[in-house]
């Protein structure tokens, strides 16, 4: 079973930058699509970002479009959210996820998902 680390958050003024980072050990994220998620103090997790096995195709919720950018390079095994123009709203933890379900804006983990890693923290705050 591939295990997912998610790195890179932070604290950030509103209009900053992070660069989240997702890497794997086991098997390796190559054959896998993944996306980045995100869980608001007292709200739902809600899909942010997903990406196709061979980095083709991209897809983008939770009003991200335009800000965050999605991107992966296999040999390192690595799947990064470039987090720009952040907002209050961006404020969550962020998890990434094995094979969600990706149709247009709307991401969704599988039915069932439960290998969720530890997350990242992402504070926007002024």
């Known amino acids: 079973q591939v295990q997912l680390v998610e790195s890179g958050g932070g604290l950030v003024h509103p209009g900053g930058s992070l660069r989240l980072s997702c890497t794997a050990s086991?098997?390796?994220?190559?054959?896998?699509?993944i996306g980045w998620f995100r869980q608001a103090p007292g709200e739902e997790r809600e899909g942010v970002s997903c990406i196709d096995a061979r980095g083709r195709r991209t897809y983008y919720g939770g009003g991200v479009e335009g800000r965050f950018t999605i991107s992966r390079d296999n040999m390192k095994n690595t799947v990064w959210l470039q987090m720009d123009s952040l907002e209050f709203d961006d404020t969550g933890v962020y998890y990434c996820a094995l094979e969600p379900i990706c149709m247009g804006s709307r991401i969704d983990p599988q039915p069932g998902y439960r290998y969720w890693g530890q997350g990242t923290q992402v504070t926007v705050s002024s």
């Open positions: 086991g098997r390796g994220l190559a054959d896998h699509a």
